[in-house]
């Protein structure tokens, strides 16, 4: 009797599901309006392939367009195809060829228009439920309405799914094998995975962790775990610290007074106290990464041992359903903000920092819709895949090589603290990592793919296959767009060809990248490298640079040993009006002025260029310089540049030159 109850309560529901259900079809499916899923939306879309990109909450381009607008470089190598076209178009907008440091409205303007300039549909408030497979093929995907679960349900059947989340909910619903959490060191093979104790974002010694300071019957201050510090390079479920990265502004017409938040508790910060008794305020820098930003506004990080991460408060996140989810991001939006009232009003603060954090406010023009809050906390990390094959440390540093990359990565070896418990009768926080000196290494196209006996119409460009420590360095947005990229061109390969991603030959990806970066027959710039023996040629005493150039090496010339060129040739420029760019990796000993000449076939042009006034903003200390223009015609020779020592006073670099069409951004 029991059953034929279940058997018919199934039944009806299946029936109403498949009468309230709409049901549609598409080439490609993207969960995630990320800005990788911007990207691959857009590129899959210009090829001509039908594509919905959904996503549950309602505004494109995540992290991108949420509050991280001092963008994490690590070298801009790493930055191709469309990942580089919306930096460029972010400079379009402030008057610059690239910019790397924007208001968070700008980035969502242009991940809009991205999606305007497409034939993609975009569905934003709608939750993944589950999928549906047949052996290793996802046939069907669906999704409810987040705001109005009583809405029909959205059922997608697409040839080729891609999970652009940050929590890897899409792969993990299809069966993909996944890791949460530090692997243990001896799983890989690795040195700076599972538990370390270091001293990066750490407390000074001699912070009490009781609540009357040396009882422990007292209990423990908010924030400090219970537990003991397990063996360094011990694997565990802890997940790094999640923040915002918050927008404020100083501009009074603008700003919108910090007050009291919902849930506020100041003895959440009794540890910032402490801490300040024996690191002594001297500004806001002390707590806060304080970076400024266009218009008089800020993109703040964490820093030292109490800031804006919420460590040890997220380890369910990965995991959890949606509901349990917006309580886990509602916590910590109530801390974050409850940490900018407490430094600008608590008497335990000194009066000049109160005066200086009440200087600012949450911008009016910023999240209109969300309060003049960021929607967007910054998910570091949460579910890694386990695909055909996993980057490693034994990756980022070079001591493994991939052949089959589809994008590379450059930035440190990163992960914030995961834990803050007691070690040795002080609060200690555990988990912190910052290793890096290491150039710019491939990723591979198998870190994108699951497993073949798992499923194999599935590309995963964010929570891509990679040990914890590796993802450190791999987790940038510029990154995740070029994965974005390339994982639309696969897909688009895999449609065409009717294969299995696993199976997509990644020659015709890049192929393809090369062909047409910017996704939409645009002409492609023409870079020329030191390191490309057939396209330079230098004359005089050139060495290693030792700076931080573009790509994994350069060469630079001292003046005072004589007169040295370096000739870019750019042998197969096609006939147009082009703007020229040369590469500059800055240091102390940089000469300020250096000679260069720019021949367009026809023409030599002679000029000195005057460094001394180039300002480089951001996380590096390098950048592109304009050298002027050139006019090619068709039928003349190779046009060229040419840099020389001639009239400098120090070290001139020879890194890069570089050819834009002049009409790139029009």
Known sequence: MKFKILFAATLFFCWAYGVQSQTKEYDICIYGGTSSGVVAAYTAAKA?????????????????????????????????????????????????????????????????????????????????????????????????????????????????????????????????????????????????????????????????????????????????????????????????????????TNEPENRIPITEPDNYDPSRYELLKRQKEIQPWKGLNDVFIWSPMPNGKTDINNRNGFSTDMIGMNWDYPEANYTHRQEIIKAHEDYTKGLLYFVGNDPSVPAFIRAEMQKWGYPKDEYVNDGHWSPQLYIREARRMVGELVMTQHHCQGNEVVTDEVGYAAYTMDSHNCDRLVVNGMVKNEGNVEVGGFPPFPISYRAIVPKRNEVTNLLVPVCLSASHIAFGSIRMEPVFMVLGQSAAVAACVAIDQRIDVQSVDVSEIKEVLAANPKADKRQSDILITSSDV????????????????????????????????????????????????????????????????????????EKQMDLSQVEIKGQTSSTWVPLGSAVVVQGGES????????????????????????????
């Open 48 to 248: 001509g392939k039908s594509v919905i990109l959904i996503d549950p909450g309602h505004r494109l381009g995540g992290l991108s367009s949420g509050g991280l607008g001092h963008t994490d470089i690590g070298n801009k190598y790493v930055v191709s195809g469309l990942a580089l076209d919306f930096y460029r178009k972010i400079g379009k907008h402030y008057n610059a060829f690239e910019q790397w440091i924007f208001e968070p409205k700008v980035a969502e303007a242009i991940f809009n228009q991205y999606m305007e300039d497409c034939d993609a549909e975009v569905k934003f408030g709608q939750l993944l439920l589950d999928v549906e497979k047949v052996g290793t093929n996802i046939t069907q995907a669906h999704f409810r309405s987040t705001e109005n679960p009583e809405n029909p349900a959205l059922t997608v059947k697409a040839k080729i799914y891609m999970d652009c989340t940050y929590e890897g909910d899409l792969f993990a619903a299809a069966g993909v094998s996944y890791h949460v959490g530090r692997e243990d060191n001896r799983v890989y093979d690795e040195t700076l995975n599972g538990v370390q104790l270091m001293d990066g974002h750490q407390f000074p010694n001699g912070i009490d962790p009781y609540v009357k300071r040396g009882d422990s019957s007292s209990g423990l201050l908010w924030g400090i775990r219970n537990g003991e510090l397990l063996a360094d390079g011990t694997g565990d479920k802890k997940v790094q610290a999640y923040n915002y990265r918050i927008t404020l």
């Open 534 to 605: 057939d396209a330079v040629q230098f004359t005089g005493d050139w060495n290693q640079g030792t700076g931080d150039g573009y790509g994994r090496s350069y060469l630079e010339a001292n003046s005072k040993d004589g007169q040295s060129t370096a000739k870019f040739t750019a042998a197969s420029l096609p006939a147009g009006n082009y703007n020229v760019y040369t590469y500059f990796p800055k240091s102390a000993k940089s000469s300020p002025l250096f000679t260069y000449t720019i021949f367009d076939g026809k023409t030599s042009n």
């Open 639 to 666: 046009a060229f540049v040419e840099i020389s020592t001639k009239g400098a006073n120090g070290i001139v670099a020879a890194n890069a030159v570089l050819f834009v069409p002049s009409d790139d951004q029009r």
